[in-house]
């Protein structure tokens, strides 16, 4: 046996909703057959009224199209609660652990459909309608998770920000969907310090006069100062508020969300998602990746502000009525337990997170996790960014004890839900690789110039088809969703990543091939970054570029060139560093800023990252093509300075 391949649980396998046949002939079936195949899959929802058409997609230069379940009636917040509610009310919908041990909630099922829907009245009141974009700057707290179904209950659209980002950030987005309500808290609280969350979103709301109610969650109940005219305490508004509130129907193409994320030109993208499609592919793919059993404990780590909270901690669980565990604080704080205290408390059986928080957990031995009992656990995820072998072993080994398949779960923003990943009945793993198809899913290595890898090898990684959670455009900017998606291979969807498919039909993501950067598993445009350092009076121009990091995966590097007569300095470093904290958010902070007499650049005046990212990753030998290289004593002399500090 190849002790690389990790064999398929038998004694899982044979309790799970899908076994290796079951995924042969499913899949198999999924491709022939997709309108038969979504049909069925379709069902796990409630529908008010039923569809007739599943499938409308194409994908030639001449037509893009996706439409799916287009003249199906139905509301997401009556199928994540209300129907959960009515059977087991008293049970629990979301188990709450804060930023501080011991402080916790058990919200049940009957409660958050009664916050929901008192929340949902409020938003009424204050003129939200059907349409309406509601924009959240919330923490992990259960009223993030109300907000977003309160919106889906009354047909508005949210768009989550996520709180680290800035007041300027969070501006950028509210204006972008023109949303006229905010919904925010007096503060945040992460390992234990404040965030000044409404601090942020007066300074966000000062250019944009249009929003006209900003409702403010109590978390820390510090002071925070109050606009009578524009700002509700949360509590009081809902206290005043009927208890019940009818869910809206809406059709399957309108949209339930917008969530922003880094291309690798200009502001953020705001991808819209629409309801029916969405819905379908998040209950599905939840339930089959994580081979999820009713009364299953789901613990899904990431922050609200991000897709994987939207599919994977919220609309998916909710949707199957999955109880979730939401938690406020950092795996590090107050010590390196604090995940495996919660697992243990709640008797978590599914876990869900990020490679880059694995290996700084490794990094604290094994001592912490030791210390807990974990035996609850059967399936763990993986998500964001490739995990390395050495920290997908600790994972399965020390995590997992190693009786837990560990689904690596390939998708992005722009998917809503999974494309590639092992589902934990059905296959061996292979440490690394997201393994198989989705359902319904059709991958294609092209090499660059279209055509198509077959078998074993490396390419572009596309999708030959549509499929029910995929983004409906960028709100407010076709053009750019489909010159970013459907214009670099005619006839597919272009992920911007680069994939490897082994002899056994395996999947290796192999990462970004665009100016995109996973820092942490959070996706963030370089060229974001670059305008942000640019926006420097001392600063003539800056190149961004990722660099290996043993524990974010990607670090950022910064090549800045200072205006004539400047001085490099530690002072405008650290001056710099605060300029990117303030237009993006902490995320997006470099971890190294070196400074550049000159960048390199091609003949038209494009600078060369790939060159820069060689510099920075510590290759000062091979520079790979420097055939295009206007000048190359620029890079020499990058090369020189380096040589001279490492
Ligand atoms: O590069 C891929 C990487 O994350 C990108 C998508 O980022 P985002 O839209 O923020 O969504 C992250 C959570 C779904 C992808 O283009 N990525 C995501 N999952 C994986 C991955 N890379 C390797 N393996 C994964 N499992």
Known sequence: MNPHVFPIPTD???????DARGYEEMYRRSIDDPEGFWREQA?????????????????????????????????????????????????????????????????????????VSRLANTLTKLGVKKGDFVSVYLPVIPEAIAAMLACARIGAVHSVVFSGFSAEALAGRIKDCRSRVLITADEGLRAGKYVPLKKNADAALESLPFVEHVLVVRRTSRDVPMNPERDLWYDGALAQAPADCPPVEVGAEDPLFVLYTSGSTGKPKGMLHTTGGYLVHAAASFRAMFDYHPGDIHFCTAD??????????????????????????????????????????YRVNIFYTAPTAIRSLMREGEAPVRKHDLSSLRVLGSVGEPINPEAWLWYHEVVGGGRCPITDTYWQTETGAVLLCPLPGAMALKPGSAAKPFFGVRPALLNSDGSAVEGEGAGNLCFADSWPGQARTILGDRERFLKTYFSTFPGYYFTGDGARRDADGYYWITGRLDDVINVSGHRLGTVEIEAALA??????????????????????????TLKEGITESDELRRELLQLVRTRIGPIAMPDRI?????????RSGKILRRILTRIAAGDFESHGDTSTVADLSVVEDIVRRFQKQN
Do not use: M
């Open 43 to 115: 069902q796990i929802l409630d529908w008010s009224r039923p569809f007739t058409q599943v499938k409308n997609t194409r994908y030639s230069p001449e037509d893009v199209t996706i439409e799916w379940f287009a003249d199906g009636r139905l509301n997401a917040s009556y199928n994540c609660l209300d129907r959960h509610a009515a059977q087991k009310g008293s049970e629990p919908a979301i188990l709450w652990a804060g930023d501080t041990p011991g402080d916790q909630r058990r919200v049940t099922w009957s409660d958050l459909r009664q916050e």
């Open 12 to 18: 899982l396998a044979s309790k799970a909703h899908v």
């Open 535 to 560: 926006s420097h009076s001392s600063v003539a121009e800056a190149a961004v570029v990722g660099f290996p990091h043993e524990i974010k995966g990607q670090g950022i590097f910064a090549f800045v």
């Open 304 to 345: 609200v502000g991000w897709v994987t909270a939207h599919t994977y901690l919220i609309y998916g669980p909710l949707a199957n009525g999955a109880t979730v565990v939401l938690f406020e604080g950092v795996p590090t704080w107050p010590d390196a337990s604090r995940w495996w205290q919660i697992i243990e408390a």
């Open 594 to 602: 070196e400074w550049a007499p000159q960048l390199p650049k091609n």
